[in-house]
């Protein structure tokens, strides 16, 4: 079993910033790809932000230029720089990993989610 624990979600003003960091831990062989994703209630989930194992990204079109990914392999973490935020940023924000196990069996995963709002 791979656990998936998010944090660094808050409140923040339009403009501001924020950093979302994300630890996945247990039976890991390899990850290949990490995201984040949010949700608004009432929508469905949305992937903002990729990253895959050769370091390559990809962003939703609304954060290019304001957000960024980044993964630490060795400690299987990932985090999302987010600046200048808006309104429309406010979501709840989950982590998912993409991964092979021990046995090599492949596991998808998400975190528990953190909130993220910006006031106007």
């Known amino acids: 079993q791979v656990q998936l624990v998010e944090s660094g979600g808050g409140l923040v003003q339009t403009g501001g910033s924020l950093r979302l960091s994300c630890a996945a831990s247990g039976n890991i062989f390899a990850i290949y790809e990490m995201a984040w994703y949010r949700q608004v209630p009432g929508n469905e989930r949305e992937l903002v932000a990729r990253i895959i194992s050769n370091g390559g990204t990809a962003y939703q079109d609304s954060v290019k230029g304001r957000f960024t990914i980044s993964r630490d392999t060795a400690k299987n973490t990932v985090d999302l720089y987010m600046n200048n935020l808006n309104p429309d940023d406010t979501a709840v924000y989950y982590c998912?990993?993409?991964?092979?196990?021990?046995?090599?069996?492949?596991?998808?995963?998400w975190g528990q989610g953190t909130q993220v709002t910006v006031s106007s």
């Open positions: 998912y990993a993409n991964l092979r196990h021990t046995d090599q069996s492949i596991g998808y995963y």
